[in-house]
């Protein structure tokens, strides 16, 4: 669906296309270079999600977070893969390669929100 481009759109998916990270909408208020209030953010979000722009991840304590997944190269690829939550520096990313999983026979998945938690890539070489 075509809507119309407003300089907030702009500003919200700008922010979004050169993170490397998902954001908050608290992260994505603070961030951006122009004072949007908080419902009109909100609802700039959505519609990105409503058009597969942006996905949403619910991190195990219920925030939500948005990104552009930039390897995702079909619409139903932005909603159904996992995203992994590191605990050091608590950023969240999408996972690039498939996680694995089963279920029950007789069940047929539809859909998936998985968060999975630990340590980072980066974090880990800072540790290890």
């Known amino acids: 669906m075509n809507r ?26 603070k961030q951006l270079d122009i004072k949007i209030n908080r419902a009109t953010i909100y609802r700039v979000l959505n519609r990105f999600c409503e058009d597969d722009m942006v996905h949403r991840i619910v991190a195990e304590d ?28 608590d950023t969240i990313e999408c996972l690039q390669v498939p996680v694995n999983y089963a279920v029950p026979n007789g069940y047929r998945v539809q859909g998936a929100n998985c968060v999975l938690t630990g340590t980072c890539s980066d974090c880990s070489q800072v540790v290890g």
């Open 4 to 29: 119309r481009n407003t300089p907030t759109k702009e500003a919200v998916l700008n922010l979004l296309s050169n993170s490397k990270k998902a954001l908050s909408q608290d992260a994505i208020e």
């Open 62 to 89: 219920g925030k939500q977070y948005f990104a552009i997944c930039k390897k995702c190269e079909k619409p139903e690829d932005v909603q159904y893969h996992f995203h992994f939550r590191c605990l050091s520096c």
